[in-house]
């Protein structure tokens, strides 16, 4: 009977623990989401400054975020959101506003993705 106990509480703290992740999940990428669209529109009109500015943004949202992220999703997952924001960032400074479109749109696909792959994993964590 205390084992059942166990087992249930158990199960509980799980199910909260994952309803709590996929909540942060969600709030951080939506969060991310709209700073991306806010960079598209302004590298589409060439506006060099707040592109770059919406860009340095995202990336410390994305520094900040990453190491929840990582407990959630697969590694390389969250290494191809790193990998397109350093690709917008250089792009940026060259002032190739195609280039960091095209790239944004990639960071908008990458960052879609860690939310349908959400799910706590033990490997994740250790």
Same mark, same amino acid.
């Given at each position: 009977m205390?084992?059942?106990k166990?087992?249930?509480?158990?199960?509980i703290?799980?199910?909260?623990?994952?309803?709590?992740?996929?909540?942060?999940?969600k709030?951080?990428?939506?969060?991310?989401?709209?700073?991306?669209e806010?960079?598209?529109l302004?590298?589409?009109?060439?506006?060099?400054d707040k592109t770059?500015s919406?860009?340095?943004e995202i !990336? +410390?949202?994305i /520094?900040?975020?990453?190491?929840?992220?990582?407990?959630?999703? #697969?590694h %390389?997952e969250v290494?191809e959101?790193q990998t397109?924001?350093?690709r917008?960032l250089g792009?940026g400074?060259? !002032? +190739?506003?195609n /280039?960091?479109l095209?790239n944004l749109y990639?960071?908008e696909? #990458?960052? %879609?993705?860690?939310?349908e792959r959400?799910?706590?994993?033990i490997s994740?964590?250790?």
């Open positions: 205390k084992s059942l166990i087992a249930i509480g158990l199960f703290a799980l199910l909260l623990t994952n309803i709590y992740m996929f909540n942060y999940l709030e951080t990428v939506t969060s991310v989401s709209i700073k991306i806010a960079a598209k302004s590298a589409a009109d060439e506006d060099f770059m919406i860009l340095h !990336q +410390n949202d /520094d900040q975020y990453q190491n929840i992220w990582h407990i959630m999703v #697969n %390389g290494d959101v397109s924001i350093a917008c792009y400074e060259k !002032q +190739n506003f /280039d960091v095209a990639e960071l696909f #990458n960052i %879609g993705n860690l939310l959400e799910y706590v994993n994740n964590i250790f």
